[in-house]
């Protein structure tokens, strides 16, 4: 086969002829906090991997080789992503995610929530006093190496590169959140009683 043997207009032939039969598969998969495209998209790389790995020596078809490797693909990805691990991202909601009864929808959640809005100015000021007071704590109780992860954290890194960056073990990123939020927690409690007081 002329895409295995790195003929890239040939692949690209290959899995413009399967795009469809990708997406057909993918209809009968549902993966929790994943689009429709989502699926599609590790259809895709079944394919991929079945013009990859395709041996017409084996006197198998090409297309019951791709339809094995695209539902196996699909299926791992769905194993994979409903782990009790990925909970957190598996069950997130998108803020751009189109509401209303169709999802072709020009509304996103992010249009239709409340913004909380401060219009009497001395709440703006006791905000802003809130938010220095927080900045003052994590200057106190953060070592150099949360501050650091918090940085990045915040900047919407992954744990796996705020660990490259860093030149730690993802596990050490890990537990410098862990530490960051426990720390968190306790200014917040510490604030509500304060307040209540």
């Known amino acids: 086969m002329e895409a295995r043997a790195g003929d890239e207009a040939a692949l690209c032939e290959l899995l413009n002829k399967y795009r469809a039969f990708a997406r057909v598969k993918a209809r009968s998969y549902f993966l929790v906090g994943a689009d429709r495209e989502d699926i599609v998209q590790e259809g ?9 790995d395709f041996n017409p020596e084996l006197q198998t078809s090409f297309r019951a080789f791709a339809e094995l490797c695209v539902t196996r693909q699909i299926i791992t990805a769905i194993k994979t992503a409903t782990r009790q691990k990925h909970g957190p991202l598996n069950n997130y909601v998108s803020f751009e995610r189109p509401v209303g009864s169709d999802d072709d929808g020009e509304r996103v959640l992010g ?3 409340p913004t909380v809005a401060i219009s009497d100015p001395a709440d703006l000021v006791i905000s802003a006093e809130r938010i220095r007071a927080l900045q003052a704590h994590f200057d106190e109780v953060l070592s150099d190496l949360e501050t650091e992860v918090l940085r990045l954290y915040v900047e919407g890194k992954s744990y796996q590169e705020i660990a490259e960056r860093l030149e730690r073990h993802v596990k050490s990123i890990d537990n410098a959140l862990q530490r960051i939020k426990r720390k968190l927690e306790g200014h917040l409690q510490a604030r509500a009683v304060a307040d209540a007081g």
């Open 111 to 113: 249009d239709v929530l």
């Open 44 to 52: 895709m790389i079944g394919l991929y991997k079945a013009i990859r």
